[in-house]
Structure formats: C-alpha cells, structure tokens
C-alpha cells in the first residue's frame, strides 16, 4: 500500500504529510437523493488560504455545475435573489443548497491512500475539527460534537465509466510479472 499527498506528489509511509483544507462535499438527510446526483460524495479539496467570503462564491458555482439542472435552473440559481437560507455560515460550515447541499469546512490531516492492486482506487482520510455551542443553562462555550476522524472510499472507474478494472489491472499485473526482461523503473528525487 502506498500513501499520497493529493496532487503533491508521491510520499513514503514514514515520511507521510497530513494537511490542512477546505473540503467540499455532498450531504442529504436521505441517501437516495446523494445516489440520484450521480457524482462522487467529495467535489472540491481547496486551499486553507481561501477565506469563507472566497469558499461561499465557490459553493455557488460548484452547486449550479454539479447539480442536475436545466438551464433555466442554472440561470434561476446564478442570476436572482436567493433565500437566506440557501447560502449560509453554520456551526463552523458553509452550507449551499437545500437537500442535497453542498457543505464545505476545514478539516486536518487530510492525506489520500492509494492501493497497489489498481488506480481506479482512493480512500481521502481526514480528521472533522471539533464544533463547539453555547450550553444553554451556563452560557459557556462547550464542545458540542467531539474532533473525528473520517474517510471516503472513491472507486473511480465504477464513478467515471460504470464498470470495475481491477480484474483488467490484475491481469495486466500478471503479464508484467511474466514477461522476461522486464525491469523496474523507479524514479528518484534526487
């Protein structure tokens, strides 16, 4: 098993460099209406530069061009007055949408795995910061939804192309292995 950094580039098990991000995913009270979108659960990984005035123009455009839309819809979102709610700062998120919506947020140690049996493969790992509200009969800052760790499974062929090619890599794995003379090519940094 291999670990990367996103589009960093190619880091080692023990040398593996968690970052800071603004994720942007998908999020329904139901899980029919996340499968009816037919895309994956995570849209966008942005810089933790980007302040919440730049990531709520992104989740504007981000839910007109990844919502199933008509052009009159398209238009209705991009150009009129929208409802207070449809946009909006909540307990540490921004929230687009109504149901599916879009929720961004920073998160910690975000890294992706990747596996060596196939490309078509990712699992993004990522630690939730924790949420804190105001307890209601002190008035004092608590912590409302405890720091969590969390991950999201991504079988990009089955997402892209509706089928799986692990049986088509594993197979091309063989050939390579049984081909004499064929060598290793390993790429340094140096």
Not at 15 to 33: G, V
Not at 149 to 170: I, N, P, R
């Amino acid at each position: 098993m291999q670990l990367i950094l996103f589009s960093l580039g190619f880091v080692s098990d023990t040398n593996l460099r968690k970052k800071q991000s603004w994720l942007i995913t998908w999020e329904s009270s139901r899980d029919d209406y996340l499968a009816d979108l037919n895309r994956p659960r995570i849209v966008a990984i942005l810089r933790p530069q980007y302040s919440s005035q730049t990531i709520k123009s992104f989740l504007t455009v981000l839910f007109t061009s990844e919502s199933m839309l008509t052009f009159s819809e398209k238009i209705g979102y991009s150009f009129s007055r929208h409802q207070s709610n449809w946009l909006r700062e909540e307990d540490g998120y921004i929230r687009c949408g109504h149901n599916p919506w879009l929720r961004a947020r920073l998160v910690k140690d975000l890294y992706v795995q990747r596996y060596g049996d196939t490309v078509w493969r990712q699992t993004l790992h990522w630690t939730e910061f924790p949420r804190y509200g105001e307890d209601q009969e002190t008035f004092e800052l608590v912590e409302v939804h405890p720091e969590r760790q969390c991950s999201e499974d991504g079988h990009f062929d089955m997402l892209w192309y509706g089928q799986s090619f692990l049986e088509e890599d594993e197979k091309s794995n063989q050939m390579m292995q049984l081909t004499p003379g064929r060598g290793t090519i390993r790429l340094s940094d140096d």
